[in-house]
């Protein structure tokens, strides 16, 4: 039986975890290998990280992350933010990564995702989608949310896996960082849309919100500041999962 | 007698190798990255590991002469650890890469999932071995994969996985271990498995006369 997966994710920004709200307001929080391993240590089935540094050097220090991640993890890596060509997803993936999610230069060159899933393998390849709620149905946001794209999230959803994505890190723009929960009609539509894995990010608060999020069709659910804040390990997060019937690693 | 020091771990060419290297060196092993065909074929302990397609892997095997030496390896019953993509370039075939021959070393074509619920499998899923397996025990291991074998050939032991159907979780024989999981990211569970297949080995070979 295939278990659901309960993902930590770290923002990391000049070799620190950070965490905001709606991808603004940040705070630095801790050392992310640090973090990778404790998290592992709870039960974590695979760790991400998201590089949010704005710089060349913050790009560099990012690498180093990964490479030091790799050493203390026995368990999954996805690594994202900032990859622009197939050059920074071979140079992720031999610091370290298992998987690589890119985002903005998905929307713009599409044939990036065919061109990294004929090389690397589908299974590299993760899709990361920002959708906002428009009136009747989702829009793309990219550029940390900067900018709204004219794509529709399911259509976008479909076409990605049409070129060859292997899973979608799908975050709802408008639940990130608010606790408020995930958007469980986002997750249901797009999982529905598609038949590659779906990870739901964006709005945890507590293991309800998680149950909620794999009810509604998520193959995988991610959650930062549940986690960093020390308000739940992941290990309590599985056991509640697992009292609710949710099939999980223990 | 003390366990030998180096692992060597084929260069497949766009395999991401930091997995099995940081693997590796958490069993106390020393890892060196090999695509030479003799050391292929003589090194003590070889890792044909796998990320990518079939066919691109094949060619890169045929390229440096490892297709043979590798049949030779297994011919002679030396350590060899097969991971993911590794296990399915043993088999004849894989309708992911149509008309590419495999290794032919295990009599069984790789295909893709026909009744998995999202393809690729991907996450931690449960393995059940067969009775007489040695290095296998159940547990539960991170997969994925898109293609996979049906079921476990007659003159190998292993583990069975499900995913919408019954598929082949890992194979093993003698020193050969193949894994469609990987173990070099299966946490415990993958380090205590790559433990006991280069401990069974080093007892087998120490065992007094």
């Known amino acids: 039986m295939l278990t659901r997966r309960i993902i930590p994710c770290l923002d990391v920004r000049d070799g620190k975890v950070v965490k905001g709200v709606r991808f603004q307001s940040l705070r630095e929080i801790a050392d992310p290998a640090e973090r990778a391993f404790l998290y592992q240590q709870q039960g974590a089935d695979e760790i991400t990280m998201l590089d949010i540094s704005a710089t060349p050097q913050g790009r560099a220090t990012a690498i180093e992350t990964v490479a030091r991640l790799r050493n203390c993890l026995s368990i999954p890596l996805t690594v994202g933010g900032g990859v622009r060509t197939i050059d920074d997803v071979a140079r992720l993936l031999d610091a370290g990564a298992d998987k690589v999610a890119i985002n903005t230069q998905a929307t713009r060159e599409p044939a990036l995702i065919e061109q990294c899933s004929r090389r690397f393998g589908a299974q590299c390849v993760v899709i990361a989608i920002d959708a906002k709620r428009q009136d009747e149905h989702w829009g793309v946001v990219v550029r940390s949310g900067q900018s709204l794209t004219p794509l529709d999230a399911c259509d976008w959803a479909r076409q990605v896996q049409q070129l060859g994505a292997g899973e979608i890190l799908l975050t709802s723009w408008d639940r990130d960082g608010t606790r408020s929960g995930y958007d469980l009609e986002l997750i249901a539509a797009v999982s529905s849309a598609v038949t590659i894995p779906v990870i739901a990010s964006g709005g945890a608060a507590g293991p309800d919100h998680l149950i909620d999020a794999l009810r509604a069709g998520a193959d995988a659910v991610l959650a930062a500041s549940i986690f960093h804040d020390g308000q739940f390990t992941v290990a309590d997060i599985k056991r509640d999962l697992a009292q609710s019937n949710v099939e999980v690693r223990l | ?209």
């Open chain 2, 1 to 209: 007698m003390n366990a030998p020091t180096t692992i060597s771990i084929i260069r497949t060419g766009s395999a991401n190798l930091a997995s099995v290297i940081a693997a590796a060196r958490r069993l106390g092993l020393e890892p060196a990255l090999i695509d030479d065909a003799d050391r292929v074929e003589r090194d003590p302990w070889v890792v044909l590991p796998g990320v990518g397609a079939f066919g691109a892997a094949m060619q890169t095997l045929r390229q440096h002469g490892i297709d043979d030496a590798l049949r030779r390896r297994v011919q002679h019953e030396r350590p060899l650890l097969a991971i993911c993509l590794g296990l399915q370039l043993l088999a004849t075939a894989s309708e992911e890469s149509p008309g590419v021959a495999g290794l032919g070393l295990i009599d069984a074509v790789a295909e893709r999932f026909t009744s998995a619920p999202r393809v690729p499998h991907m996450g931690w899923n449960t393995i059940k071995p067969t009775r007489s397996a040695r290095v296998l025990r159940a547990g539960c291991f991170y997969y994925a994969n898109s293609y996979r074998l049906a079921r476990i050939p007659a003159d190998w032991e292993g583990a069975l996985s499900t995913y919408g159907e019954t598929f082949v979780a890992a194979l093993e024989r003698g020193p050969i271990l193949a894994c469609q999981f990987h173990p070099e990211l299966s946490g415990e569970a993958g380090h205590q498995l790559l433990a006991r297949w280069i401990t069974a080995r080093t007892a087998v070979e120490c065992a007094p006369c």
